[in-house]
């Protein structure tokens, strides 16, 4: 009933920059909060940042350099990413907590397919 859509990712030079996006589409009553994971290779994913009704939440690591960004009409979150360093190089996933038409009170995640980052010279 939901899906989400990610772009973006691909190869980028150390100190480059790369901005993913995350479309959210199907029978949507409210979306709670839309944010990104990230797992590297033999690692646990982890949050990297989340965007919900107050102030975004950074993973400490990419405080500084990426920025989360929601456009609710397009139910859609980005996340720009600056001065990409080699240890960003992950699969970031797209996350929503999203309460559908058909359970307008009950939020529950969904999650994207993943989009490869490779920072590397």
């Known amino acids: 009933q939901v899906q989400l859509v990610e772009s973006g990712g691909g190869l980028v030079q150390p100190g480059g920059s790369l901005r993913l996006s995350c479309a959210a589409s199907g029978s949507i009553s409210s979306i709670y909060a839309m944010g990104w994971y990230r797992q590297a290779p033999g690692k646990q994913r982890e949050l990297a940042a989340i965007?919900?009704?107050?102030?975004?939440n950074y993973a400490n690591s990419v405080k500084g350099r990426f920025t989360i960004s929601r456009d609710n009409a397009k139910n859609t979150v980005y996340l720009q990413m600056n001065s990409l360093k080699p240890e960003d190089t992950a699969v970031y996933y797209c996350n929503a907590v999203i309460a559908t038409m058909g359970a307008p009170y009950m939020g529950r995640d969904y999650w994207g397919q993943g989009t490869q980052v490779t920072v590397s010279s």
């Open positions: 965007a919900s009704s107050g102030t975004p």
